[in-house]
T-cell receptor, first 112, second 112 residues
Framework: DAGITQSPRYKITETGRQVTLMCHQTWSHSYMFWYRQDLGHGLRLIYYSAAADITDKGEVPDGYVVSRSKTENFPLTLESATRSQTSVYFC???????????FGPGTRLLVL | AQKVTQAQTEISVVEKEDVTLDCVYETRDTTYYLFWYKQPPSGELVFLIRRNSFDEQNEISGRYSWNFQKSTSSFNFTITASQVVDSAVYFCALSEDYKLSFGAGTTVTVRA
């Protein structure tokens, strides 16, 4: 199906482990984003990408790494997971710099 | 600094009542976009509406209506004749560039 998908939908990991969250969109949107959603903080931007091989930090980038070798994929890696990274992660994409962002279904990550 | 303020944390209504969600934003830009998203209990983020800063016309879509007033920096959302399926968290968001700044959200509970 067309749209934006995330995998896995649920993940439990342990402190110190590396975790990669995947995001794939079929619209060929140039811009892609990663957000985390936490109680009391709403949605906060982690990283964004304007095109393949172009990425930049958002509001809360520490502890995360992104890459974008292909337009349709935008993986988010937690290099060494910490409990504070327990959250719901949303990927989003848009075709224009200032445009409607469409969100994936989210990944619930629990770091023990 | 908070760019989007949703002062109402929770609203509870009985089915068929109208409910209005307040959103106040802060920006120095003359060109910006405002959005409303819905997050039902299932967790996904659903786009509802986008409005640009030059278009102050109110909009109605079925039971949903939006009132944009630049003079008061507000973009309020009304659900008319609410239904149980309207129960969700509603987010107002501001886009001045590629970044989307979300309000904290208002939880709407519609009781049968």
């Amino acid at each position: 199906d067309a749209g934006i998908t995330q995998s896995p939908r649920y993940k439990i990991t342990e402190t110190g482990r590396q975790v990669t969250l995947m995001c794939h969109q079929t619209w060929s949107h140039s811009y892609m984003f990663w957000y985390r959603q936490d109680l009391g903080h709403g949605l906060r931007l982690i990283y964004y990408s304007a095109a393949a091989d172009i990425t930049d930090k958002g509001e809360v980038p520490d502890g995360y790494v992104v890459s974008r070798s292909k337009t349709e994929n935008f993986p988010l890696t937690l290099e060494s997971a910490t409990r504070s990274q327990t959250s719901v992660y949303f990927c989003a994409s848009t075709e224009q710099k200032i445009g409607t962002q469409y969100f994936g279904p989210g990944t619930r990550l629990l770091v023990l | 600094a908070q760019k989007v303020t949703q002062a109402q944390t929770e609203i509870s209504v009985v089915e068929k009542e109208d409910v209005t969600l307040d959103c106040v934003y802060e920006t120095r830009d003359t060109t910006y976009y405002l959005f409303w998203y819905k997050q039902p209990p299932s967790g996904e983020l659903v786009f509802l509406i986008r409005r640009n800063s030059f278009d102050e016309q109110n909009e109605i879509s079925g039971r949903y209506s939006w009132n944009f007033q630049k003079s008061t920096s507000s973009f309020n959302f009304t659900i008319t004749a609410s239904q149980v399926v309207d129960s969700a968290v509603y987010f107002c968001a501001l886009s001045e560039d590629y970044k989307l700044s979300f309000g904290a959200g208002t939880t709407v509970t519609v009781r049968a």
